[in-house]
């Protein structure tokens, strides 16, 4: 079982940034791939980024990349996104997911999931 929780949400202005923090619970989180996702109101949950259990493979959305950053700290458990020049249009709920199976973009591939945490971009 893996336990997942986000924090650093919150309101920010057009061209901000923000840094998303994913705690993972479990002594095998390195095996893990992490993935952020992220809905926004009455559209899909869409994916945004991914990271294999090293780090050394990540992978963007190409309506993110360039602009935002995976990185993940094995030894403390932590996934974390870094978001710049945010637009009005990366206003979601923005989740991390684990995948215990191989390194996906797709959500259904992902085995847990945290509770979200909200991220609102203001024009």
């Known amino acids: 079982q893996v336990q997942l929780v986000e924090s650093g949400g919150g309101l920010v202005q057009a061209g901000g940034s923000l840094r998303l923090s994913c705690a993972a619970s479990?002594?095998?989180?390195?095996?893990?791939?992490m993935g952020w996702f992220r809905q926004a109101p009455g559209k899909e949950r869409e994916f945004v980024g991914v990271i294999s259990g090293s780090g050394a493979s990540r992978s963007y959305a190409d309506n993110v990349k360039g602009r935002f950053t995976i990185s993940r700290d094995n030894a403390k458990n932590m996934v974390y996104l870094q978001m710049n020049s945010l637009k009005p249009e990366d206003t979601a709920v923005y989740y991390c997911?684990?995948?215990?199976?191989?390194?996906?973009?797709?959500?259904?591939?992902?085995?847990?999931w945290g509770q979200g945490t909200q991220v609102t971009v203001s024009s």
């Open positions: 479990g002594r095998t989180f390195s095996s893990y791939t």
């Open positions: 997911a684990a995948a215990a199976g191989s390194y996906s973009i797709h959500d259904y591939n992902y085995d847990y």
